[in-house]
């Protein structure tokens, strides 16, 4: 497995971030050649309750959701709403490719732990064979 590469814009010379309260923490994955379940590259209600279900054990809120599927062959397209932020992915099954996002603020808690949690365990079940991922801190 790659490890997660920290991805970062540099700013201007001299010039600063402003400090925000509400800071977050972005974890993106491309994950090529997926050994999974099939389901979870094809079937939206089922792909919808599964991350409905890890959203809710890594201690994230579930305010919404929206999966669509393409078809019979076709992938399949979500988002989990949080209170916290959001989680969405989007399946190519005829290509064993995933794109995977979670986002958390940290406005009142500090959510990366239970970020890290939910992204591990999406990677776990899309078993990638070759994962390309990104950790960005956000201000």
């Given at each position: 497995?790659?490890?997660?590469?920290?991805?970062?814009?540099?700013?201007?010379?001299?010039?600063?971030?402003?400090?925000r309260?509400?800071?977050?923490?972005?974890?993106?994955?491309?994950?090529?050649?997926?050994?999974?379940?099939?389901?979870?590259?094809?079937?939206?209600?089922?792909?919808a309750?599964?991350?409905?279900?890890?959203?809710?054990?890594?201690?994230?809120?579930?305010?919404?959701?929206?999966?669509?599927?393409?078809?019979?062959?076709?992938?399949?397209?979500?988002?989990?709403?949080?209170?916290?932020?959001?989680?969405?992915?989007?399946?190519?099954?005829?290509?064993?490719?995933?794109?995977?996002?979670?986002?958390v603020?940290?406005?009142?808690?500090?959510n990366?732990?239970?970020?890290?949690?939910?992204?591990?365990?999406?990677?776990?079940?899309?078993?990638?064979?070759?994962p390309?991922?990104?950790r960005?801190?956000?201000?």
């Amino acid at each position: 497995m790659s490890e997660m590469e920290n991805v970062a814009t540099p700013l201007p010379p001299g010039k600063q971030a402003p400090r925000r309260q509400a800071t977050g923490l972005h974890l993106i994955g491309d994950l090529y050649e997926c050994r999974c379940d099939s389901r979870l590259m094809l079937d939206d209600r089922y792909l919808a309750n599964f991350c409905t279900q890890l959203v809710a054990k890594a201690g994230l809120t579930a305010v919404g959701n929206l999966f669509h599927s393409f078809g019979d062959e076709g992938g399949v397209t979500g988002m989990v709403v949080l209170a916290e932020s959001h989680m969405s992915l989007h399946t190519w099954p005829e290509e064993g490719y995933v794109t995977l996002d979670v986002y958390v603020c940290n406005y009142t808690a500090d959510n990366r732990a239970k970020a890290q949690l939910l992204f591990d365990a999406l990677l776990q079940a899309f078993n990638p064979a070759d994962p390309h991922l990104h950790r960005v801190d956000r201000a």
